[in-house]
């Protein structure tokens, strides 16, 4: 196994974690509007799941001998709660297909604990994507 290849891959999901926490965080801080309370507890939601991913991936960064990322990935921010919304969902679509590459370094790579915990936080952010697409109301 490659510990550096996963480190990285690691720390580049932390990151995008560390970016989907403040943008959760913002958006459930900035919404407002007569459908806003129904959301904006989603979003608070989102924002401490993505603190559980970020958490057990800087423990298996460090368990490999890596030192977990503190830079978030940049966000999106503000506008229209049917933007935000939209926002969230393609953040969320981004992450299930990186989840996938990641998954497969693991697979090649032979690091079958990493992989499993990605594929925890993959059925996470497919959660996260559904709950975007049924506020929506759209669908793949």
Known sequence: MNKAKIVAALNQARADELGAILQYMGHHYEAEGLESPAIIDEFKKAAIDEMKHAEALAERIVYLGGEPTKEPT????GGSLKKMIQDNLETENQAIE??????KLCVE??????????????ASEEEHANTWETALGVRK
């Not at 940049?74 to 921010?77: A, E, F, T, V, Y």
């Not at 079958?112 to 915990?117: E, H, I, N, Q, V």
Request: glycine residues 0%; aromatic residues 8%.
């Open 74 to 77: 940049p966000i999106k921010k």
């Open 109 to 122: 790579e032979e690091d079958y604990t990493s992989r499993k915990l990605l594929e925890e936080i993959l």
């Open 98 to 103: 990186k989840y996938r590459k990641r998954i």
